[in-house]
């Protein structure tokens, strides 16, 4: 396979107004930092304007653009995992269509990779504008949220605009899991990843694609897929109601004991209290077995080599 130094990947729903800007503008990034050498693989996520009409038109007049189109709106996280299949590149930028993120950083995000010797370079958003406050206090919040749920380092304020190296995209692509939360996938690569710190533009034309619907459900599957808390839940509640329950049993007999419980009371609240506890902490015990089932059933490769140094060296990094 021929390999090309760059790859842009860029995920495209209704994107018509933004598409010959964002061409023009990548076009010359790319341009500037690895001359003809790369490729720019926009996906067309079954978008319901004229957006793969206008990809077309771009592909005929530049060689170094792929249009991809999808069979049906797949979601930005699914479009975006199809462009990393097909890119090429030795190394793989991803960026959104409305240009939000300016592809302008490109060249300073190529040469942190050298610097740092990184295979992860984030863009890290410092300000975002003309977002609305409800957005950027929900993002805010769900970002703080799930790096207290997880046990992976997932960098807060950070979207999906970022430079990958080929081995981390390689190892990237192994991971089989149907929900996807790409940014927490890759941070879950390891190797090292470094930020930049940037100013979030507005949307260039259209306008979000990600109503509350689509936020509310990103949210789950990040949560879901890099976190079992919620499952263990259910054990901690039965661990804390059997000792409440406890402490009414004690209580209970007492009023037996002097004699102030109406008929049949006593053994009523025995039987409501103790079995309301054995089934929650049965519950959560089957959540813990559930989420380690469901953890094994991703199927993620059990470990990931960064180096090898001495013997034969042209070994692939992924040993998993
Ligand atoms: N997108 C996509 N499929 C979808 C929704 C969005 O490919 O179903 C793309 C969209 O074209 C854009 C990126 O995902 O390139 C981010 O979407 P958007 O800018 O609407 O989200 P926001 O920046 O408002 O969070
Ligand atoms: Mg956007």
Same mark, same amino acid.
């Given at each position: ?63 170094? =653009? ?11 996280? =699914? ?19 409305? =240009? ?13 990779? @050298? ?41 807060? @304020? ?62 789950? @599957? ?84 960064? @180096? ?13």
């Amino acid at each position: 396979m021929t390999r090309l130094a760059l790859s842009i990947v860029v995920p495209c729903y209704n994107e018509e107004a933004c598409l010959p800007e964002l061409h023009r503008r990548l076009s010359a990034a790319a341009h500037e930092t690895v001359g003809a050498d790369h490729e720019i693989v926009l996906v067309n996520d079954g978008s319901r304007d004229a957006s793969w009409q206008i990809m077309q038109a771009l592909a005929a007049g530049d060689p170094h =653009l792929v249009a991809v189109n999808l069979s049906r709106n797949h979601g930005h996280q =699914l479009a975006l995992t199809a462009g990393l299949d097909l890119a090429v590149g030795e190394r793989i930028l991803i960026i959104d269509a409305d =240009l939000q993120d300016p592809p302008e950083l490109l060249p300073a995000m190529m040469r942190e990779m @050298d610097l740092a010797a990184a295979d992860v370079v984030y863009g890290l958003r410092r300000s975002r504008e003309g977002e609305t406050a409800f957005k950027r206090g929900t993002a805010k919040l769900f970002y703080r949220l799930l790096s207290r749920a997880t046990d992976t380092d997932i960098p807060v @304020d950070t979207g999906d605009f970022r430079l990958i190296s080929r081995r981390a995209l390689d190892v990237f692509l192994s991971m089989p899991e149907q929900a996807r939360f790409i940014r927490g996938m890759v941070a879950w690569l390891g190797f090292r990843q470094v930020p930049l710190p940037y100013d979030r533009d507005e949307r260039f034309a259209g306008t979000t694609n990600y109503p509350l619907r689509k936020m509310v459900r990103f949210a789950f @599957d990040a949560l879901t897929s890099f976190s079992s808390t919620p499952l263990k839940l259910a054990s901690h509640a039965g661990l804390l109601l059997s000792f409440g329950s406890l402490l009414l049993v004690v209580y209970i007999f007492a009023g037996w004991l002097s004699g102030r419980a109406v008929e049949g009371w006593t053994s009523l609240m025995l039987v409501v209290v103790a079995l309301g506890a054995v089934q929650m902490f049965v519950l959560g015990v089957m959540g813990e077995y559930l989420g380690r089932l469901y953890s094994q059933s991703k199927h993620r490769p059990l470990y990931i080599v960064s @180096d090898i140094r001495g013997g034969r060296t042209e070994r692939p990094a992924r040993l998993g």
